[in-house]
């Protein structure tokens, strides 16, 4: 953007927002999309909090991702009232010869019904919008992994998508910078 824009000779106004993984209103939405899918679909033993994966390079380099990962994890967890043993953090969707973020996803689903947790919820908040990699990576090959591995239940719940709460919060992010 900044290369583009130096050869403008009227600039727009523009505004960035670094991050929202700490918002009340976006963890609250979050919590509403968890809690529904459990009414729906019935709460299981443990919730996955997985994440889309980085080189561990970037965050060695000091790129705050992970922390906030982290963050948002706990922050979600604490919404939906779960101690610690109920709920943990994975990083998906790696490739590359580079060691990038863990545990990974694929590998904590295969070891969950190993520790007798054979009921699983898995969430992935820091994608907006449901994609190749929550309905296919997460819905398909992670849930065939824990099944293999002698896993149960396996509920992947929605990305937050076009929720009018989601939605709302975006709005209102957008307004709250401008």
Do not use: M
């Amino acid at each position: 953007v900044f290369d583009e824009l130096k050869h403008w000779r009227r600039l727009p106004e523009l505004h960035f927002i670094a991050s929202y993984h700490d918002r009340p209103a976006y963890i609250e939405a979050l919590r509403a999309s968890v809690a529904e899918h459990w009414i729906a679909h019935g709460k299981t033993r443990h919730l996955l909090i997985s994440f889309h994966g980085i080189p561990e390079r970037y965050v060695r380099d000091g790129d705050p991702y992970f922390a906030s990962c982290r963050q948002t994890a706990r922050l979600l967890a604490d919404q939906l009232k779960l101690p610690d043993g109920e709920w943990s953090t994975s990083f998906q969707s790696r490739f590359g010869a580079a060691e990038w973020l863990k545990p990974y996803t694929i590998d904590v689903v295969a070891q969950l019904p190993k520790r007798g947790i054979d009921e699983l919820t898995v969430v992935c908040p820091g994608f907006a919008v449901d994609c190749l990699e929550t309905l296919e990576e997460i819905d398909v090959e992670n849930r065939d992994a824990f099944i293999a591995a002698g896993g149960q239940k396996f509920l992947y719940v929605p990305a937050l998508n076009a929720r009018a709460v989601h939605a709302s919060f975006l709005v209102d992010l957008t307004c709250h910078h401008c």
